[in-house]
């Protein structure tokens, strides 16, 4: 997941609750993704990506 807004993201792995999804797990512990950087000397080398690991069940609508 990249964050492409100017503003941080907080997320948590209740924000992809579904019927169908057995667990979800987030790179980053605290859901914080920064702010995308705006140029070379502001960017912080990955803080604005985060991996998510989602098994969810199949036949779902």
Wanted: net charge negative; aromatic share 4%.
């Amino acid at each position: 997941m990249k964050n492409k807004s100017v503003l941080p993201l907080v997320i948590s792995e209740q924000d992809f609750v579904g019927p169908n999804v057995v667990s979800v797990a987030l790179e980053r512990e605290s859901g914080y993704i920064a702010p995308t950087p705006q140029d070379a000397e502001k960017a912080v080398s990955g803080q604005h990506k985060m991996l998510v690991y989602m098994v969810a069940a199949p036949g779902g609508q």
